[in-house]
């Protein structure tokens, strides 16, 4: 991971770089992703799911889950997919959707 150092950071948190897979729920769908980046606040996922911003999920990983919201989209074309993947963007709520 590169240090950008305090000045430059935009960052609240910390990030690591784990590359574990993990499962997304939309709805009744279930999506498989991988996190390519997580920090305190939210993760970014590497996912062929068709997820918009705002979009509400839940994050299944190592048997736990917990509830985010879509702030960004990734949409790469197929034939850069190699290099760069597509995916998205979340941030983690505080709570569940009903409380």
Not at 15 to 33: D, T
Not at 36 to 51: K, N, V
Request: aromatic share 4%; net charge positive; charged share 25%.
């Amino acid at each position: 991971m590169r240090d950008l150092g305090p000045s430059l950071e935009r960052r609240q948190s910390m990030r690591r770089q784990p590359k574990v897979a993990c499962e997304l729920f939309l709805g009744a769908g279930r999506h498989e992703a991988t996190i390519l980046d997580a920090s305190r606040g939210g993760l970014f996922l590497a996912t062929e799911a068709p997820l918009r911003p705002s979009a509400l999920v839940r994050v299944r990983l190592k048997g736990a889950e917990r509830f985010a919201v879509v702030v960004h989209e990734r949409n790469i074309p197929a034939l850069l997919r190699a290099l760069l993947p597509s995916g998205v963007g979340l941030r983690w709520l505080r709570s569940s959707p009903a409380g």
